[in-house]
């Protein structure tokens, strides 16, 4: 019995590096999970002391650690992923082997209840279809004319929270305001929808808290084996929250597709040519002659908004993370604003600036 024992923990072993290997071959992976039980006892250890809230905590640590090399994690029950970040490496798999970034049925399982048939967990061809229209939201014109009007305007409300906690003292952490004020943007600039969580509307700020929660406690399924029996059930906190926070994400989402819709339950014709988000995969849709679910749109709204505002928000905090860590970059970016704005600094900045 120990012989067969010991034999099947070889193959899983040599089973694990044939399957993690065949995509990374000539990268150097700095491994971050104990043998047998994985990343799950690392993670769980470190939110029981209070060292990591989240996953993401986790994994921000571990690249900080390890600094650009890749980072290789995997979870008790044979969940495995390897973490890129640095271009060069990016530039290797695609050059390699593509089938490296697909997403697989085991990602789209663990997180379906949120992301739907959206576009981060869709593959190949799903996959091309929602990526095409997106990006005919990033053409010069509607930077230009939409999106640099939007983010400008709501950036003068950002700059007066930030200059009332100056003014204070206070300390605060940035990702909250630029979490409500990407959120506010996305929702004009893709569904042309006008919320105010950044100014403190309280339904808007219960939608950012709530999605917040659902995102962070989703990833408690990469840890956590047999999470589909708790979730059945709903036997565990982190699946209540999961259950809980959907409804009110789905209820903030379902107010925008009602503006999409007639009396009569149809897509409005009033959509013709819109140039929100969900207008113009109305319009691919239209000359496909695809129908789209109303469960398929709400999918789109939630990825979009997950999209639009968590990697804006977070690029923004890592530049004022960046620019606290260098204060000589602080000064060079003034100099430069003050010759941008030529003395008026109650001019907004345009496109062209």
Same mark, same amino acid.
């Given at each position: ?5 010991? #034999?099947l923990a070889?193959?899983?072993?040599l ?6 290997g065949?995509y990374t071959?000539g990268i150097?992976i ?6 047998g ?7 769980a250890?470190e939110v029981?002391?209070?060292?990591a809230? #989240?996953?993401f905590t ?6 900080k650690?390890?600094?650009?090399k890749p980072v290789q ?6 969940k495995h992923m @390897? ?7 990016i530039?290797?798999l ?14 789209q399982?663990?997180?379906?209840d949120?992301t ?6 869709? *593959? %190949?061809?799903d ?6 229209? @997106?990006?005919?939201m990033?053409?010069?014109r ?12 709501h950036a003068? +409300?950002?700059?007066n929270?930030?200059?009332?906690a100056?003014?204070?003292g206070m300390?605060?952490n @940035?990702? @909250?305001?630029?979490?409500?004020y ?5 929702n004009m ?7 105010n ?6 339904s +808007?700020?219960?939608?950012?808290h709530a999605?917040d929660?659902?995102?962070n406690?989703?990833? *408690?399924r990469?840890v956590t084996?047999?999470?589909?029996f708790?979730?059945k059930?709903q036997?565990?906190?982190?699946e209540r929250?999961i259950?809980? #926070?959907?409804?009110?994400v ?8 009602d ?5 009569a339950g149809?897509?409005?014709d ?7 988000i969900?207008g113009?995969y109305?319009?691919?849709?239209k000359?496909e002659?695809?129908?789209?679910s109303r469960?398929f749109?709400? *999918?789109?709204?939630?990825n979009t ?13 890592s530049?004022?993370?960046?620019l ?9 970016? %003034?100099?430069?604003a ?13 496109? *062209?600036?």
């Amino acid at each position: 019995m120990m012989l067969l024992f010991v #034999t099947l923990a070889v193959l899983a072993v040599l089973y694990y590096k044939v399957r993690i290997g065949r995509y990374t071959k000539g990268i150097e992976i700095m491994h971050t999970s104990q043998w047998g039980l994985g990343g799950t006892w690392v993670v769980a250890n470190e939110v029981v002391r209070k060292e990591a809230e #989240t996953m993401f905590t986790y994994f921000y640590k571990a690249i900080k650690h390890h600094g650009w090399k890749p980072v290789q994690w995997s979870a008790l029950g044979g969940k495995h992923m @390897v973490i890129l970040n640095h271009p060069d490496d990016i530039r290797f798999l695609a050059k390699h082997d593509t089938k490296a970034f697909i997403k697989g049925p085991e990602l789209q399982e663990l997180l379906y209840d949120v992301t739907g048939d959206g576009i981060f967990t869709a *593959d %190949g061809k799903d996959w091309k279809s929602q990526r095409v229209p @997106v990006s005919h939201m990033f053409n010069r014109r509607l930077l230009r004319e939409r999106m640099s009007t939007v983010f400008g305007t709501h950036a003068q +409300d950002l700059v007066n929270v930030f200059r009332k906690a100056a003014q204070s003292g206070m300390v605060f952490n @940035v990702q @909250v305001p630029f979490y409500c004020y990407t959120f506010d943007c996305i929702n004009m600039v893709a569904f042309n929808c006008e919320v105010n969580a950044l100014g403190g509307v309280q339904s +808007d700020v219960e939608f950012q808290h709530a999605f917040d929660v659902l995102q962070n406690r989703i990833t *408690d399924r990469f840890v956590t084996p047999l999470w589909q029996f708790f979730a059945k059930f709903q036997l565990t906190e982190s699946e209540r929250q999961i259950s809980k #926070t959907t409804g009110i994400v789905n209820e903030h989402i379902h107010k925008i597709l009602d503006s999409y819709y007639n009396e009569a339950g149809e897509i409005s014709d009033a959509l013709e040519g819109d140039q929100t988000i969900t207008g113009l995969y109305l319009e691919a849709a239209k000359l496909e002659g695809i129908t789209y679910s109303r469960k398929f749109l709400r *999918d789109l709204v939630f990825n979009t908004l997950a999209a639009g505002r968590d990697t804006t928000a977070s690029a923004l905090t890592s530049c004022i993370q960046y620019l606290c860590d260098h204060p000589e970059w602080q000064d060079k970016l %003034g100099a430069e604003a003050k010759e941008v704005f030529n003395g008026n600094t109650q001019e907004a900045l345009t496109f *062209d600036d």
